[in-house]
């Protein structure tokens, strides 16, 4: 079946360090969200892309939806110890069904 | 605004004994409801959805169910829980393009 895969899994790194995480979808996605799950929380909407090549920011986080619209990526810049949590791509196919990703889970040390 | 309300928050429960968790929804009328479960430090497993009262769809076949006696209203429910069954399970509502909003989640732990 359809997959969305993350990488990385996890990563850890220095306060003010950047951050990447890219999602890749097995199929042609009609948009893409991103959510954000503090540790002990539910998971938080984001942000949606819709167009091929899309980027869209904010604040420190920049979002990209990929012109084959079948991957995406989220960049923090210089992170802080906020943006701890991990962080999930969710992409959208042709049959209007959401398919999760398997998630980045990022850890910031301060 | 829309809010989404589960409880209880956190659940101890022995092998075999029954389940039923419940899911609220404020603010809007009609709206696609599921359920999820995150196994601990796992990603998102879709349950079950629905679309309207009465109408439930399954996305694995497991010792669970969910109905939908109100429009705002979703229960996910088991006769005899599993220890497989622990897991923070979440309710979530569709918005108008597709996102997700999530309810605080149950946390279930099956001894």
């Known amino acids: 079946g359809q997959q969305v895969m993350q990488i990385p899994q996890y990563q850890h790194v220095q306060e003010g360090e950047d951050f990447t995480t890219y999602c890749n979808s097995s199929t042609t996605l009609s948009n893409i969200q991103w959510y954000k799950q503090r540790p002990g929380g539910h998971p938080v909407f984001l942000i949606q892309?819709?167009?091929?090549?899309e980027v869209k920011k904010q604040k420190r986080l920049t979002f990209q939806f990929g012109e084959a619209k079948k991957n995406s990526s989220l960049h923090i810049t210089a992170t802080q110890t906020t943006d701890v949590g991990t962080y999930f791509c969710?992409?959208?196919?042709?049959?209007?069904?959401?398919?999760f990703g398997t998630g980045t889970r990022l850890q910031v040390f301060p | 605004s829309q809010t989404i309300h589960q409880w209880p928050a956190t659940l101890v429960q022995p092998v075999g004994s029954p389940l039923s968790l419940e899911c609220t929804v404020e603010g809007t009328s009609n709206p696609n409801l599921y359920w999820y479960r995150q196994a601990a430090g796992r990603g998102l497993q879709l349950l079950f959805y629905s679309v309207g009262i009465g109408q439930i769809s399954s996305e694995v076949p497991q010792n669970l169910s969910a109905s939908r006696p109100q429009d705002r209203q979703f229960i996910l429910s088991s006769k005899k829980l599993l220890l497989s069954d622990s897991g923070f399970y979440l309710c979530?509502?569709?918005?108008?393009?597709?996102?997700?909003?999530f309810g605080p989640g149950t946390r279930l732990t099956v001894t």
């Open positions: 979530a509502w569709t918005g108008t393009t597709y996102e997700q909003y």
């Open positions: 892309l819709v167009k091929s090549g």
């Open positions: 969710a992409g959208l196919n042709n049959t209007d069904k959401l398919i």
